[in-house]
């Protein structure tokens, strides 16, 4: 088996923390979207809309937080969100206990 390199490693922890990040925070917005358009609208497009806005928002934060992830110079720059850092360092872990 081929070992990888710490920098390697590094950046598949990101991309996994990343994914898992993304699809947390747009099935969380669309739900929330989808609540706010039963709550608020009677039409079924309206609703569709505040869910698919709602989407929106989901992709978009998690977007500006994996951009912060890959931007950072070194892995000893931590992220801002302490939700990112944990997702960031769980990963890290996995990597670990797979390569034994």
């Known amino acids: 088996m081929e070992k990888k390199s710490n920098g390697e490693s590094d950046v598949n922890g990101k991309w ?3 994914i898992d990040l993304t699809a947390r925070r ?3 917005s ?3 979207g989808a609540f ?3 709550l608020f609208f009677r039409s079924p ?4 809309a505040s869910t698919a806005f709602g989407a929106g928002i989901g992709i978009g934060s998690a977007y500006a937080d994996c951009s ?3 931007d ?4 000893a720059t931590s992220p801002k969100s ?7 360092s769980q990963a890290a872990e996995e990597q670990e206990k797979e390569e034994a």
């Open 72 to 75: 950072s110079s070194s892995s």
């Open 30 to 32: 669309s739900l929330g």
């Open 16 to 18: 996994d923390a990343c």
């Open 82 to 88: 302490t939700e990112t850092s944990y997702f960031v």
């Open 68 to 70: 912060r992830f890959f």
């Open 36 to 38: 706010a358009g039963l």
């Open 45 to 48: 497009v309206t609703r569709w």
């Open 26 to 28: 747009v099935v969380c």
